[in-house]
């Protein structure tokens, strides 16, 4: 709403969005019907590559995907 106050000239064509509120999984088809946009769900997992047994559940990882984008991140700085 503010970006269309401020930017008469410029339009949105789509929204990237993130966060624990997307655990609901209607979440992003709320924003986007609210919008009258196409919504793209930031996946801070989609990358990258998880090696070992180690034991955890990977079955949960896309679900809770969405919450751990500055986890990632921050992880990944030391990597680059």
């Given at each position: 709403?503010?970006?269309?106050?401020?930017?008469?000239?410029q339009s949105i064509s789509s929204v990237v969005?993130?966060?624990?509120?997307?655990?609901?999984?209607?979440?992003?088809?709320?924003?986007?019907?609210?919008?009258?946009?196409?919504?793209?769900?930031?996946?801070?997992?989609?990358?990258?590559?998880?090696?070992?047994?180690?034991?955890?559940?990977?079955e949960i990882l896309p679900k809770i995907g969405?919450?751990?984008?500055?986890?990632?991140?921050?992880?990944?700085?030391?990597?680059?």
């Amino acid at each position: 709403v503010y970006f269309r106050a401020s930017r008469k000239t410029q339009s949105i064509s789509s929204v990237v969005i993130a966060g624990g509120g997307l655990l609901n999984e209607s979440a992003a088809g709320l924003i986007g019907q609210s919008l009258g946009l196409p919504v793209t769900v930031v996946d801070p997992l989609r990358k990258i590559q998880i090696f070992g047994s180690g034991g955890g559940n990977r079955e949960i990882l896309p679900k809770i995907g969405t919450i751990l984008h500055v986890a990632v991140g921050l992880a990944l700085r030391e990597v680059a």
